[in-house]
Every structure is written in C-alpha cells, then in structure tokens.
C-alpha cells in the first residue's frame, strides 16, 4: 500500500491490454457458486438489518490477463448481526471501497455508481475505468469516487472523479494519483506524490527538491470535488514529502484540517514517521515525530496497512500487527490503546479489513488457507472490549481466490 508505483503502473499497463485483447469468460467455481447463490435480484434488495458490507471481486490483472479482457463479476456482500448475509452482484471493479452514511450505502462498478437504502437499490450509468482509490459520501446525498487512470498519451498521470448526486452522474479527468484523501465539509481532497503534469511547478518551488533522490516529488494537496474553474483539480498546496509513503484510504477533516499519518523522507534522505496536520484554506501544514514512551519500533511495510480516524484531538490508528494506537495531534505523543490480535499483510496467515465507526473498531478477518469461516468483530474504541463476535458462514477458502480476492470494508453508521 504504500509502494505504490507497483500498482499504478499495472494499472497504465491494464488498461493498454484492453486494446490489444480480445474478451474471454470461465465457468464458476465452487466459491464463486456461494456468491451466486446469495445474490439478491436489484429489484429486491435492501438494507434491511445489515451492520456491515464488504466486496469479492476480481483484481486488475485478472481483468486483463495475457490470454485475453476477462469479465468476472463482483460482489458486494451484506453482513446482518447474526453473520447471515446476501449480495449484489456486480460488473468488475478493483479495489472496490464501499461507502456508508446516514443517505445509505454507496458502491461502483466499471459501468455504474449505486445507492442501496432501505427503499431499495438505485443504480445510475457511469461507465469509468476498472481500478478505484477512493470513495466518499457527500454529506447532502451523493458519492464521489476516485479511480486510477493511469499514464496518459500526452504525459502526466491521472485519475478519474465520479460524481452521483441525486441521479444525475458525471465524470471528469484529474492530474495525479490519489491513493489517500479526505472529506472536509463535502469537499473531497486529495494527497499526492505522483502529480502528474504539476511535476513541472514543484521543481520550481523553493525546497521542494530532494537532494538524496533529484527524481523524487514532493508531496501535494489537491481538492478533487468540486471542480476548478478549468474543469479538474484544485492545487492547494506542497510539502516536501520525498518518499517512503502514506498509508492508502480515507483520513479524517476536522475544521478543514487533514490529519494523517506519514512515512516521510526528507531532502537529505532521512526517513522518520509522522504525524501531519494539512489545512484545506490555506495550505500550511504542521508535522511531528511519532514519539512512542516504550520500546515501540514500526515497520515501513506495516505502515501501508494503516487504518485512521480522529476523535477528540486524537488521531487513532491500527497497525498491522492489530495494535491500536493513540496520537496526539498536537505533539505526536503515542500510546497503545489496546491489542486486536488480529493481524494483516503478506507476511501473515491473516487477512484483516478494519473499519472505525462513532465508539467502536470493526474487523473483519479470514485466515487464508484454513478451515472454518471468516470472523466479524467489533471493539470498544477507548478499552478494546469485545462487543460483538459472530462467525459468517463464508468458508476462509471462499475468498482470496482466483477473482474473489477480498476488498474493503464499511459499517453502518452509529446513531
């Protein structure tokens, strides 16, 4: 997650292959089959009594394999409180990040955006490229997504925003790659250190240049939604921010301020975890040092797997290893909440999808490979208190397979 050159040249090279390729299919397979058999018709599908939702589905280099373009569908999947649940099928998309407020739950796919309520499931046409970054609901009804566009024919590299309000959607081309972003106010902004055409500004900027890494670009802040007056992002500001990474998803906008958590490599090459304070009006920022009162070292591929959320001048985190950590804003001062036991990463045995909500830290894990079903869990965010453990009789073997690799997460917003 936080070498992400990897990924976005995979996608760049994707989406060349749709043009070169022509399209095959494949019969299910046996987990494919337990998908299929809970689906529920668009016509019939609701909210219901779900707590929680997460989405199988195919990976970009499934999509477009040596052999040809594949389409396999997707599946978002309803989770309710006893661990039964039921799905939407839906055409591809990586990466697909599900998103929940008190307007209902938003969702894509390469051919349209999706409302899903109480009432009933909404869907509006807006065909989009097949690997997303980042979803938002807008805090008046509504959604804006992220996706990666890729490197463009004239230079530069960018990413597509999708917009759904009130039935109408609408697509535009940003500069940049946005992998980390936030909703301030119903303004959706953007961190990134792939700027695309505005490589050519940050060189011009007094001390935006690494002197360890002359190739490497600073960081910058863009408002992706609303549009600027020429029709794409809205450059806010820079730091010099000249590698390592930022974890990848959603951070928290508290007064029109970012706070976020970076693994920053300053000019002369040196690396050191932060914590970062980025305002949206006027493009100062502030960052501090994580400073651990024990033995606390973190790890740079751990990093990637961080999940955030502020709560009163507290930035909480979970790290890969399932700790939870406390960081205050205004100091960088760190302390250990409480321990998950739930792990995540490549290393590990273990995949776990977290999610905060309101007072609580949900998860969602399966361990790869082994017998038994995947496990939702929810935490009391201050002590780390099991409130809820229900088993969901999807078997660990059923996901992470070919074309049902497991996505992201979102839960039903505390009243």
């Not at 606390?296 to 939870?324: N, P």
């Amino acid at each position: 997650m936080l070498r992400r050159t990897g990924r976005a040249i995979a996608a760049a090279v994707a989406m060349a292959a749709v043009a070169l390729t022509g399209c095959t299919s494949r019969s299910s397979s046996g987990p494919q089959e337990l998908f299929d058999r809970a689906v529920v018709p668009e016509t019939k599908v609701r909210l219901g009594d779900a707590v929680m939702a997460f989405f199988v589905g195919p990976q970009n280099s499934e999509m477009y394999s040596p052999v040809g373009e594949v389409h396999e569908p997707g599946y978002l999947v309803l989770v309710d409180a006893d661990g039964s649940f039921r799905a939407v099928k839906t055409k591809r998309m990586d990466m697909m990040t599900p998103v929940w407020s008190g307007h209902g739950l938003y969702f894509a796919d390469e051919g349209s955006d999706y409302r899903l309520t109480a009432s009933g499931l909404t869907r509006v046409a807006n065909p989009k490229i097949t690997a997303q970054n980042l979803m938002f609901a807008l805090p008046k009804d509504g959604s804006v997504g992220v996706y990666n566009n890729g490197f463009g024919a004239n230079g530069g590299y960018s990413n597509q925003v999708a917009v759904t309000t009130e039935g109408d959607a609408r697509l535009y081309d940003v500069q940049g790659n946005y992998f980390t972003g936030a909703s301030c106010d119903g303004q959706i902004f953007g961190l990134t250190n792939r700027p695309g055409t505005h490589e050519s500004e940050a060189a011009k900027l007094p001390g935006m240049t690494s002197t360890a890494d002359p190739a490497a670009r600073p960081q910058m802040l863009a408002r992706l939604y609303p549009q600027s007056a020429g029709g794409g992002e809205k450059v806010i500001a820079w730091r010099p921010h000249f590698g390592g990474g930022t974890p990848a998803g959603q951070v928290p906008c508290h007064d029109g301020v970012i706070t976020f958590l970076s693994w920053d490599t300053d000019a002369d090459g040196r690396e050191q975890p932060r914590i970062v304070s980025w305002d949206t009006v006027s493009g100062d920022y502030q960052a501090h040092p994580l400073i651990f009162d024990d033995a606390t070292k973190l790890d740079f591929d751990d990093f990637g797997y961080i999940v955030q959320d502020r709560q009163d001048g507290q930035l909480h985190w979970v790290y890969a290893d399932g700790r939870v950590f406390s960081t205050d804003v205004a100091t960088g001062k760190t302390a250990t909440l409480f321990n998950t036991a739930l792990g995540t990463g490549v290393t590990r045995p273990m995949q776990t999808l977290f999610a905060f909500s309101g007072t609580q830290l949900h998860a969602l894990s399966a361990i790869r490979g082994a017998d038994g079903d995947i496990t939702y869990t929810v935490f009391n965010r201050a002590d780390g208190k099991t409130l809820r453990k229900v088993s969901v009789s999807i078997p660990n073997t059923g996901i992470n397979v070919s074309y049902l690799n497991l996505s992201r997460m979102t839960v039903r917003p505390e009243t």
